[in-house]
């Protein structure tokens, strides 16, 4: 009974997270109220099989959990496909901040399978106003023994992306601002 309460809960969630990004002739067109903020979580690892990447956005309205995995994930483009994954996610006004990112691998030592668990820094902020739709760039984790985060912009990447996933034809109303630029 337990079970299947909780993963009503879960898909409830989940159905109310995808909510459908609304397009009005070739533009992303965000809900009454709200602003779209367009960023793509990536990731390599010695991992293949079941490397993950986690950012948590803190908001006005409580936090935002996005997520890539290196197995199922993938962005396209026009040369070659990046691992992870493209979010347009639709934003209640006002500011946010991007504290950390997280990732998750695992590797064998010894013979025995080890998992890690890295807590990268960011410390980025960014705000968005009703009716924006803002793009902030990429998020990449390299999960290492020596894992690391690198910001940068993705645009030429991003939108065509966009265009395949969501018919976006026309990105003159997305404002590029970037996570890596200084606030």
């Given amino acids: 009974m337990i079970k299947s309460v909780l993963l009503s809960c879960v898909l409830l969630l989940n159905s109310c997270a995808m909510a459908p990004i609304a397009v009005v002739q070739g533009k992303l067109s965000p809900p ?8 793509s979580l990536t990731l390599n690892s010695f991992d293949q099989d079941g490397a993950s990447a986690w950012l948590r956005l803190q908001g006005p309205k409580g936090n935002v959990d996005l997520n890539a995995s290196i197995l199922t994930d993938t962005i ?16 209640a006004p ?13 590797y064998t030592a010894a013979g025995w399978p080890q998992q890690r668990h890295d807590l990268l820094p960011m410390g980025k902020s960014f705000t968005v106003k009703a009716g924006e739709v803002v793009y902030l760039g990429e ?15 993705q645009h030429v990447r991003d939108f065509y992306a966009l265009g395949q996933q969501y018919g976006i ?13 200084p606030n």
């Fill in 32 to 39: 009454p109220e709200q602003a779209y903020a367009i960023v």
């Fill in 139 to 153: 998020v990449h984790l390299a999960l290492s023994f020596q894992s690391s985060l690198k910001l940068s912009d």
């Fill in 76 to 91: 396209a483009a026009p040369a070659k496909n990046a691992i992870g994954k493209l979010h347009v996610l639709a934003l």
């Fill in 169 to 181: 034809s026309d990105s003159s109303n997305i404002k590029i601002r970037l996570l890596s630029s």
């Fill in 94 to 106: 006002g500011e946010y901040t991007a504290e950390q990112a997280v990732g998750d691998w695992s």
